[in-house]
């Protein structure tokens, strides 16, 4: 779900706002006043130690029932417009909620321009998608999950009475829609069905890893990480390496809201990943472009500054959220490292996207690259697989209630209870 309506140009920034606005006011929603972000009573979220209260809309309290119907949603094929897939076709929890493709494919075939981003610790992110400035929070990107064409997700777009009969046809969901929703005479709309899909992502918390253990606030369990991983989480908090400075905080991300929060502290920064010479078909810069389809933050706001600028993602789980980048265009976390951090922006010999990242004139000032030896590599290495929280990846609670998507293997060797 992490690439809804996450392109455009300037006035397809417009565009996509007035198809929102108009998704949500017609469905019984819409943004004012009272729909203003606040710490949510009265459910019993569980947190991991030293996380904040999630920051969620006060007209949209969060129930065990809308949790659980937005479960049965997530992972139902029928919620395609063809009955092919669901969301849990990009985002499959054995992978952290990702799927291990360079870019995501939705149930008609459809190839997306971007990688699929985990669903880890959602409820926390400031603005959702990789570069998209407007969707800030996860009603509204289910909404684009639904209606998006360009590309298509689910397809409802057009066919929104026909998917809402579709479910109203079963009566599991009847008892389902009702429970979520006791004061509608008729709970099958799609700001419903969006608020259930908001509802079951909100409580994709992880934030118990081996790491966590080790560095409990109060209990702390210091051999729950090995001695390599300890010298890792030094080089990833080192002025040397600056890794902390985009993947800091709680959910090692800087783009977070919660209780507690002025300000959002939105960030979207360009990585040195590519610096095409242009200009020249959709490369309108002499130098610095992304691919095309692919350009970031610019696609909103046509500032050449903003070009190539993504969102950092949570490192949380990192380990399975293979391949890597906005694009997945890096196949694991060691050539992340060597080939592009440590040089200070990865470089392209040859072909459409030629060009040394590393001197491109809209890179981050923090993408200054640093040496580092093999052994730290390892070292770094150790110190994201700690970052894995199997109670999470394994949660049956969070799992297809159906079966129909394996679990990771892992899990069946230490079932979480």
């Given at each position: 779900m992490s690439r809804i309506a996450d392109r455009g140009t300037a006035a397809g920034v417009i565009a996509l706002a007035a198809v929102l606005m108009l998704s949500l006011q017609a469905c019984g929603g819409g943004r004012d006043a009272s729909d203003a972000?606040?710490?949510?009573?009265?459910?019993?979220?569980?947190?991991?130690?030293?996380?904040p209260t999630p920051q969620v809309h006060?007209?949209?309290?969060?129930t065990a029932a809308k949790v659980e119907l937005g479960r049965q949603l997530f992972y139902d094929p029928r919620t395609s417009i063809n009955g092919e897939g669901s969301c849990a076709s990009c985002h499959e929890q054995r992978r952290a909620f990702t799927d291990g493709r360079a870019l995501a494919t939705g149930p008609t075939g459809e190839?997306?321009?971007?990688?699929?981003?985990?669903?880890?610790?959602?409820?926390?992110?400031?603005?959702?998608?990789?570069?998209?400035?407007?969707?800030?929070n996860l009603r509204e990107q289910a909404i684009g999950v639904l209606l998006n064409e360009a590309p298509i997700e689910l397809g409802w777009a057009g066919q929104e009475q026909l998917m809402l009969d579709r479910l109203r046809g079963d009566p599991a969901y009847v008892d389902a829609f009702t429970a979520a929703f006791p004061e509608d005479a008729d709970p099958f709309t799609l700001a419903r069905v969006a608020e259930a899909y908001e509802a079951f992502m909100s409580v994709l918390i992880s934030g118990r890893s081996a790491y966590d253990r080790a560095t409990d606030p109060e209990h702390p369990e210091p051999d729950a990480i090995s001695d390599a991983a300890w010298r890792g989480e030094a080089l990833f908090f080192s002025e040397r390496l600056e890794c902390f400075h985009c993947h800091g905080g709680f959910n090692f991300a800087q783009s977070v809201r919660h209780d507690g929060t002025v300000l959002d502290g939105i960030e979207f920064r360009n990585n040195g990943l590519y610096n095409i010479d242009g200009p020249g078909p959709g490369y309108p810069l002499e130098a610095g472009n992304y691919p095309p389809d692919n350009q970031g933050l610019f696609e909103f706001t046509e500032n050449p500054n903003d070009m190539g600028r993504f969102r950092a993602p949570t490192l949380?789980?990192?380990?399975?959220?293979?391949?890597?980048?906005?694009?997945g265009s890096i196949a694991t976390l060691r050539e992340v490292i060597v080939d592009h951090y440590a040089r200070g922006g990865r470089v392209i010999e040859s072909g459409?996207?030629?060009?040394?990242?590393?001197?491109?004139?809209?890179?981050?000032?923090?993408?200054?690259?640093?040496?580092?030896?093999?052994?730290?590599v390892d070292d770094l290495l150790a110190f994201l697989d700690s970052l894995t929280d199997w109670s999470f990846v394994c949660d049956p609670g969070l799992a297809d209630p159906e079966g129909r998507i394996p679990m990771h293997t892992h899990c069946a060797e230490h079932p979480v209870r």
């Open positions: 972000s606040r710490p949510m009573a009265g459910y019993d979220w569980q947190l991991p130690p030293g996380f006060a007209d949209r309290p969060l190839v997306h321009a971007r990688n699929a981003m985990s669903l880890t610790n959602v409820v926390y992110n400031a603005r959702q998608n990789w570069a998209n400035p407007l969707i800030d949380r789980n990192i380990a399975l959220t293979a391949p890597y980048m906005h694009d459409p996207h030629a060009g040394d990242g590393s001197g491109s004139p809209y890179k981050d000032a923090l993408m200054v690259g640093f040496m580092i030896s093999d052994a730290e």
